[in-house]
């Protein structure tokens, strides 16, 4: 059974910091690029950053540049997203998402988990 379990989201001030994790089983990880959205009510969902299979190019939304560093671990398949310098704007919830794109092609979500950045 596929999943992605979003962990480490809550309410924290401007200019402070979360680190989300995101988890996966039931899946190849290493063979997927993972990526992070978010969506904050209202919004549509946007992209957060990504990192490919093999970790080592990542890319990551202008919004976020400089603020935000994801990563993986292959061996623990876990997906990080460090968050820095945080602002009202970030709040959102914060999705993961597996994406293979060679055959076969999957595509897979978590369930989200909710940053709040409030002072």
């Known amino acids: 059974q596929v999943q992605l379990v979003e962990s480490g989201g809550g309410l924290v001030q401007p200019g402070g910091s979360l680190r989300l994790s995101c988890a996966a089983s039931g899946f190849t990880f290493s063979l997927y690029t993972m990526n992070w959205y978010r969506q904050a009510p209202g919004k549509e969902r946007e992209f957060v950053a990504t990192?490919?299979?093999?970790?080592?190019?990542?890319n990551d939304a202008d919004s976020v540049k400089g603020r935000f560093t994801n990563s993986r671990d292959n061996a623990k398949n876990t997906a990080y997203l460090q968050m820095n310098s945080l602002k009202p704007d970030d709040a959102a919830v914060y999705y993961c998402?597996?994406?293979?794109?060679?055959?076969?092609?999957?595509?897979?979500w978590g369930q989200g988990t909710q940053v709040t950045v409030s002072s």
């Open positions: 990192i490919f299979s093999a970790g080592g190019n990542t």
């Open positions: 998402n597996a994406l293979r794109t060679t055959w076969p092609s999957r595509d897979y």
